[in-house]
Every structure is written in structure tokens, then in C-alpha cells.
């Protein structure tokens, strides 16, 4: 009997060998250009929500509504600013509804407890606030101060901004505003009073690549005192 498997042949051939490394060449080249592209991707979405401009746009976004959510509607002031100078942004026309712009806005707020030694543990209505948070642009930097309330954010005798025993915090870096813009802050007035929805207006460009976001938001005063 004739052995079958004398001339069964064991293994690969050469062609075979080539043909299978070529489609595993093939395959793994294909895995790494959409690994590499994805990642770039990925790199290229985190940096740009992770960038510094846009940090600050977050952190203006949130401080400015935050002060302006705790703070007195009767008592916030939006300034106009000349050399250093700050004045109260009044209408100028004589509308009834107004809306007004200013260069600087001063919230103020409460940040202290109701007095624990009123018997009848009431606030006393002639304190209006007792701290505030000033808004300005400055070297193209948008800062915020906090004091004491009285004395406030500008001196009523010079239009001067108080400097002593106050904290201020730079928000964002870089800030513009459009030629189409009067300033950076705005509100609503009825009669010539402020009806305590305050805007911010703003541009931050990144120097290096002439990237730029707007910022656009407002923030309600809830807080009505005394009633």
C-alpha cells in the first residue's frame, strides 16, 4: 500500500509567508493612522476647552454672575471712567427707558449675619450692604475688587477707587472691546433708575493665534432691601 501522506507538504511557503506579513502590515497601518488621528482629535478638543482664554471666560462668567445674584438691586452703581476718574453712569437722553453703559459696575451685597443682639432679630434697614464687588478693566486686564461697604468701591469726594483693605482678583487677561461697543458693562434703566439686570460685553484674543471669545451675559440682582 502506497503511503498517502508521503508528499503531504508541512508548513507555509514563501509566497504564503509574504502575502500574510503584507496584510498584517496593512492592518496594523491602518489601526495606528486612526490611533494617531484620534488622539490628535483628542488633543486638539482638549486643548482648546482647557486653553487659558477660555478659563477665564468661565471664571468671568461665573464670578460676575454670582456677585451679581447676591447682591442689592436698590443699591449697585455702573460707573463711567475718564483718567482714573469714576462718576455714576447717569441717561443722557429724556426716555423713560434707557439703556445706560459704563466702564465699571460696583455690586453690594451682605456678608454678614442677621445681629444676634436685635431682640427682635431683625436686619437694620439702614445697612444696605455691607461688602461689595467692583468690575473694571484695567492694562487689558478685567479685575474685580472686594471691600468693606461703606466706604464702597469709589470715593464720593475724588471719584477715586479705594485701594486699602481690599482683595483684588484678575479674571481674565488680554480683554477688548469691539469699536461697536460703548463699554463693558450696561443695565436698563425706567425713570432713571437701574432695574437690576446687569450685562457684560467683552472680548478676550489669545495673542499668539489671534483666536477670540466673546463674552455675553447678565446677571439679575434678586435681592431687594429695604422693602
Not at 11 to 19: A, K, M, N, S, Y
Request: contains cysteine; charged residues 20%.
Amino acid at each position: 500500500m502506497k503511503n498517502r501522506n508521503k508528499n503531504r507538504r508541512h508548513g507555509f511557503t514563501l509566497i504564503e509567508i509574504v502575502v500574510a506579513i503584507a496584510i498584517n502590515v496593512i492592518v496594523i497601518s491602518g489601526v495606528g493612522v486612526l490611533l494617531v488621528g484620534g488622539n490628535r482629535a483628542w488633543q486638539k478638543c482638549y486643548n482648546s476647552a482647557n486653553n487659558q482664554m477660555k478659563q477665564d471666560a468661565l471664571v468671568t462668567t461665573l464670578e460676575f454672575g454670582n456677585a451679581g445674584r447676591k447682591s442689592n438691586r436698590l443699591c449697585y452703581t455702573i460707573y463711567k471712567e475718564h483718567g482714573g476718574v469714576y462718576s455714576p453712569a447717569l441717561p443722557e437722553t429724556d426716555d423713560p427707558e434707557e439703556i445706560v453703559h459704563g466702564d465699571a459696575v460696583e455690586f453690594r451685597y451682605w456678608d454678614t449675619e442677621i445681629d444676634s443682639t436685635d431682640s427682635q432679630n431683625l436686619m437694620d434697614t439702614s445697612k444696605m450692604a455691607t461688602a461689595y464687588a467692583f468690575f473694571y478693566i484695567e492694562d487689558k486686564k478685567l479685575k474685580v475688587d472686594y471691600g468693606s461697604y461703606p466706604p464702597g468701591a469709589v470715593s464720593g469726594s475724588t471719584g477715586i477707587k479705594n485701594t486699602a483693605n481690599v482683595i483684588t482678583n484678575i479674571l481674565a487677561e488680554n480683554v477688548t472691546i469691539s469699536d461697536a461697543q460703548e463699554s463693558a458693562f450696561s443695565h436698563t434703566t425706567m425713570n432713571g433708575i437701574g432695574q437690576g439686570s446687569v450685562r457684560i460685553n467683552i472680548t478676550l484674543k489669545n495673542p499668539d493665534n489671534n483666536e477670540s471669545v466673546q463674552i455675553m451675559t447678565a446677571t439679575y440682582l434678586r435681592n431687594i432691601w429695604p422693602r
